[in-house]
């Protein structure tokens, strides 16, 4: 079983649609979750974090379910832009400050799942 | 305010040929990440250093290898290579830095990558 699972998709939505994606993550000692968002040919960027209470940044809530180890993400309003890959990430290391001082920044990476949102 | 940066951007080598990828971290960070993508994947974790150290290594043959130096830039070899290491190999930065680029929680700065082709 991978270590973070994710559909491939790809998910084609119109616009103003609204689309969820789910991750799930086999480690129950994970420690932090991210969504971090990939366009095509392009490096990997924070989208946001994911915390227990769940959080939001506009159009995009992320959800995080610890006892059932998965993590989603909710886009409202889908816009053209949204198009590109999301990796659901996982890390096993500490949090803050640990993290800063070195101690374990090692992100596990889903496969990622793949939008498309057309007119 | 630069952000990572990576060279070469594009490289071909042969099987069994050596290849040497340099990062550039954000300034003030300490530690950088290397990750290999490859095509329809996730990152996939390589190697971890902070403070010229190495803090962690990802599931990967001895043929690869990393050093950070004195003002935290980092190389990675990669030996021997074989077709299956063409790939994506992304450098990332995380730490206290200075101006847009400050720490949340395990967030990484990724680099535009390099992409290398062994034919």
Redesign the interface.
Known sequence: RKE?EQD?GPFNVPEGATVAFNCTYSNSASQ?F?WYRQDCR?????LM?VYSSGNEDGRFTAQLNRASQYISLLIRDSKLSDSATY?CVV?R?R??PY??????????????TQLKVEL | DAGVTQSPTHLIKTRGQQVTLRCSPISGH??V?W?QQVL??????IF????K?E??R?NFPDRFSARQFPNYSSELNVNALLLGDSALY?CAS???GTGQHT??????F????SRLTVL
Do not use: A, C, D
């Open positions: 973070v491939p932090s991210f392009k490096e990997p960027k924070l974090s990796l890390n290391g949090t803050l993290i800063l001082t070195g101690g374990g920044n090692k992100l596990t990476f889903g496969t990622g | 300490k530690s990440s990750y329809g994947q996730g990152p996939q974790f971890q250093y902070y403070e150290e803090r962690g990802g992304l995380s730490g206290p720490p949340n929680t395990g967030e990484l990724f680099g535009e990558g």
